[in-house]
């Protein structure tokens, strides 16, 4: 009887050891995990120091060539002034996750907290709670990523935009302010392209100011740098309005565009000579495809008399082009059965 | 914790100097085209083609001490285009589209010559529009043409989808999986655009000729067409490739792209043929290394102390004609990335920065005049 009562409580102690041993495993956080929980959970904060003076020649260098203390100088150089708004803390915050774990892979969460707590003594277990924060945002990404990947653009969306404002809360919308920014512009580009045709100067209206009131202050730079993406995506969006115009009335609508997307003269000129090239284009391969047309539909396909043919109607038509519309033909693919995106192509 | 590293880096730093490479990278002559592979812009399984999860484009500059939505590694006058053309299609195709967009920018900014880099089948596209683009103009128009990851010869795992091999449903299905839902989009061919990725002509019956081996044979290597032709070779073994992966991660297929013959003599998809093991680091889990060379290739040099820099490996010669690299050129791990093929645009999990690598190019760029 006690014999097997010993044997009942050793079974029943091991059940219970690998219960808890199960509970702790299925609890899944990581190493980086747990540092981070046991560091915001201590609480400690830093002393403000006295830190070395600022490197003069820091922004040329790599932040990890510098000691801690001169790296939280630079950090309070770089992201002193705006430390409050949480997408400098994040750029911070990857800055210093660019390297930290490859150079200290066993530690690095500690590290980290050591450079922001010098740093930003006050601000430091907010700092580090806003770096947990992000380390489990991208484990999220990862381990959902096919799944992801594979979901509508809109339930994609909700789906992203739930775990970043459960892990962010409303600091998720400056976080990711130039997604959400670009993502108006897109659903302004739908809007537009699923509308009727017709309006088209109110359209571009429409955009142009959404462009503005997105960017705000940064239009100017943010045009500079992405000016034909913006102008292709209202062309491709306007495309039934284009369409039903003539070509000098369309030729006319396409300058208007460019140059409310802040083409100057000079580029303008440029578009207007290339829009006349491409009509000639186009023009030139609905009268190939004709001709290739009924050559191939002959009785017993083409011959080699009616091959010639089409490689100097080819030369005629498209110039140093030519033989690079036959490898495409051998492939299967023909310009002219293509949808013209006027102002694109 | 001891960071009395100090003094080395300094040295390190005062070494970089002396040899005239600069911190962070130099603003290019010509811009920068940035041509995609497989699967939209903005969109690769909810990821940024070339980008971070904060909708930061890597070409993007910082023109501000403080501006977050920017690459931080390149200059602040660097001029970049992110183009975009149909995700799923052929090389020919896509090509052209590309042509088009180039000359579309280069018609806005009045530019004269634009510098590309291409990751997969983005790489393959940019030959083509290098050749479009030379026959517009009469001139050449690209000066530095730079491939990541692409699949110069062929990929198997192209050929593998087609033949439907164990885990694939159906070729839509699988390019969905592993490049995310765009292929459901209008003008997207999966087929094509897995066609076009086999070495040879997938199918006799067909009427049409596909396949890199007839591409290459179109769009080879070209003084005319760039004035630089170099590329980036990506490589890694199993375990640390990216769950998108599938068919490798779920252990259906795995390439083996390490071995050397004239062509597609094992019938896998790609030129050359395996060396007997899989999963020892010959393929970044699309492409083998036997397939990734084009022009000269290029040495990544990751350094966590210092900025990282692309050189050229001297030692495996040039690969001028696509169809006819050498043994070594198609089994040498020598330069090769320890990356899966989506790491190097943005897609984690990974360690790896992708604004300083494609810092490291935009420099190399500069100092082959591009």
Redesign the interface.
């Known amino acids: 009887m006690i014999k097997n009562k010993k044997i009942l409580y050793i079974v029943l102690i091991s059940i219970s050891v690998l219960f808890i041993g199960i509970l702790f495993l299925r609890s899944g956080k990581d190493k980086n995990q747990k540092d981070f929980e046991s560091i915001l959970t201590e609480g400690k904060t830093f002393d403000p120091r006295e830190l070395p003076s600022l490197p003069e020649d820091y922004s040329?260098?790599?932040l990890?060539?510098?000691?801690?203390e001169e790296i939280a100088r630079i950090l309070q150089e770089?992201?002193g002034?705006?430390i409050d708004n949480p997408?400098?803390q994040?750029?911070m915050i990857e800055?210093l996750l660019?390297?930290l774990?490859?150079?200290y892979p066993n530690d690095w969460v500690r590290?980290l907290n050591?450079i922001l707590g010098y740093a930003f003594p006050n601000k430091v277990l907010e700092l580090m709670r806003m770096s947990e924060n992000l380390y489990n945002y991208?484990k999220f990404?990862?381990?959902n990523?096919?799944k992801?990947?594979?979901?509508?653009?809109e339930a994609?969306r909700q789906m992203?935009w739930k775990e970043r404002y459960r892990l962010f809360g409303e600091k998720a919308d400056q976080?990711?302010?130039?997604?959400k920014?670009?993502t108006t512009i897109g659903d302004t580009l739908k809007r537009i392209k699923e509308s009727p045709a017709g309006n088209l100067d109110a359209k571009l209206s429409n955009y142009s100011q959404t462009l503005k009131e997105q960017f705000g202050k940064e239009y100017p730079?943010i045009m500079e740098?992405k000016?034909?993406?913006f102008?292709?995506g209202f062309m491709v969006s306007v495309q039934k309005d284009l369409k039903i115009l003539s070509f000098g009335e369309r030729k006319s609508a396409l300058r208007e565009i460019?140059a409310t997307m802040g083409?100057d003269n000079?580029?303008l000129g440029?578009?207007d000579a290339?829009e006349e090239e491409r009509e000639k284009i186009w023009q030139n391969q609905q009268k190939y495809s004709e001709k290739r047309t009924q050559l191939s539909s002959k009785k017993g396909g083409m011959s080699s008399d009616d091959e010639r043919e089409l490689d100097s109607l080819r030369k005629k038509f498209f110039?140093?082009?030519a033989?690079?519309i036959k490898?495409?033909e051998?492939?299967?693919?023909y310009?002219a059965q293509e949808e013209r995106t006027y102002g694109?192509? | 914790m001891n960071f009395k590293k100090r003094n080395l880096v300094c040295l390190i730093a005062l070494l970089v100097f002396a040899t005239g490479v600069h911190a962070g990278a130099r603003k290019t002559v010509y811009p920068v085209v940035f041509a995609h592979g497989l699967a939209g812009f903005d969109n690769l399984l909810g990821y940024y083609y070339f980008g971070n999860d904060y909708g930061t484009f890597v070409g993007d500059p910082c023109d501000e001490l403080l501006e977050t939505a920017c690459n931080g590694s390149i200059h602040s006058g660097q001029k970049a285009l992110a183009a975009s053309v149909t995700p799923f299609q052929s090389s020919e195709v896509r090509g052209t589209q590309l042509a088009d967009r180039i000359q579309n920018y280069m018609t806005s900014t009045g530019v004269t010559k634009v510098n590309i880099i291409g990751h997969s089948q983005g790489g393959i596209d940019a030959r083509k529009a290098a050749a479009v683009l030379r026959a517009r103009y009469g001139r050449q128009v690209v000066h530095v043409m730079v491939s990541v990851s692409s699949p110069h010869r062929g990929s198997p795992m192209a050929k593998y989808i087609l033949d439907l091999g164990p885990g694939v449903t159906s070729v839509i299905d699988a390019l969905a999986k592993i490049f995310g839902n765009t292929i459901y989009g209008s003008g997207n061919d999966g087929v094509a655009a897995a066609k076009q990725l086999v070495y040879n002509d997938y199918s006799s019956t067909d009427g049409v000729t596909t396949g890199m081996k007839a591409f290459n044979n179109n769009y080879n290597v070209d003084a005319n067409t760039a004035n630089y032709w170099g590329s980036i070779i990506t490589a890694q073994d199993s375990l640390n490739t990216n769950p998108a992966l599938f068919l490798l991660k779920e252990g259906f297929y795995n390439i083996d792209g390490d071995g050397y013959c004239v062509d597609d003599c094992d019938n896998d998809g790609a030129a050359g043929k395996g060396d007997g093991t899989r999963g020892n680091g010959d393929d970044d889990g699309v492409v083998g290394i036997n397939s990734q060379q084009m022009g000269n290739r290029l040495q990544y040099n990751e350094c966590a102390l210092c900025f990282d820099t692309i050189t050229v490996n001297t030692g495996l010669g040039y690969v001028g004609n696509l169809n006819a690299p050498t043994s070594a050129q198609m089994t040498s791990k020598s330069s090769v990335v320890s990356q899966d093929h989506l790491d190097v645009v943005g897609v984690p999990p990974d360690t790896f920065s992708e604004e300083e690598f494609y810092a490291s190019i935009l420099e190399f760029i500069v100092t082959k005049g591009g």
């Open positions: 040329d260098h790599k990890m060539e510098y000691s801690v770089k992201y002034k705006n997408a400098v994040i750029a800055e660019k390297d774990p490859k150079l590290v050591q991208n990404r990862e381990s990523m096919s992801v990947g594979l979901l509508s653009d994609r992203i976080i990711w302010s130039m997604e920014k670009m730079r740098n000016r034909e993406q102008t292709e460019r083409m000079a580029a440029r578009w290339l110039g140093e082009e033989e690079i490898n495409e051998a492939s299967g693919y310009r694109v192509n």
